[in-house]
């Protein structure tokens, strides 16, 4: 992954934790008005932003694992031409 996509990831990342902050305060918002139908939507944009979250800790994860994985390839003399942008 070269670092553009890497910095995207993690502006998207930024972004999905600040709309997770405003929707949690729009659903306090609603229940302090009673608002028990835009509680629900509110209920379910937070848990679409969780969602996301985990698929990107979960790539990160992943990520991780590949880097060492390559670097022990590397380490043991083990020529990774597909790995050349994503390891120096």
Do not use: C, W
């Not at 209920?43 to 992943?62: F, P, T």
């Not at 880097?67 to 597909?82: C, N």
Request: aromatic share 6%.
């Amino acid at each position: 992954m070269d670092m553009n996509r890497n910095s995207s990831l993690i502006v998207k990342e930024e972004k999905l934790l600040n709309n997770g902050l405003k929707t949690i305060n729009y659903l306090y918002s609603s229940f302090l008005n009673k608002d028990l139908e835009s509680a629900r939507l509110e209920v379910q944009e937070i848990l679409h932003v969780i969602e996301m979250l985990d698929q990107i800790e979960v790539r990160n994860v992943r990520r991780k694992k590949f880097e060492e994985l390559v670097y022990t390839m590397k380490r043991k003399g083990i020529k990774i031409d597909f790995a050349k942008g994503i390891i120096s």
